[in-house]
């Protein structure tokens, strides 16, 4: 099973995931990073539109974004 890794970029700072998750395909990624962002938009947005979950392949190679005010 792929590995994926969910960073958060909100302004200028990044929160890098060390770790990630198994997960079994790029679809399930970005259904990860949408739940994130959901939640983050949630309880913790101070920086508005300006946070971004940047998803990452097993090589730490960039697949997709999604930014937290996208989500609903």
């Known amino acids: 099973m792929p590995r994926y890794y969910f960073d958060i970029r909100a302004g200028s700072r990044l929160l890098t995931d ?3 998750q ?3 395909e790029d679809g399930a990624a970005h259904s990860e990073a949408s739940r994130i ?3 983050i938009r949630r309880d913790l947005c ?3 539109s300006q946070v971004t979950i940047e998803v990452l392949n097993r090589k730490r190679q960039p697949l997709l974004k999604v930014n937290v005010l996208d989500v609903l």
């Open 18 to 20: 060390y770790y990630g």
């Open 22 to 24: 198994d997960l079994p």
């Open 37 to 39: 962002a959901a939640e």
């Open 46 to 48: 101070p920086y508005g």
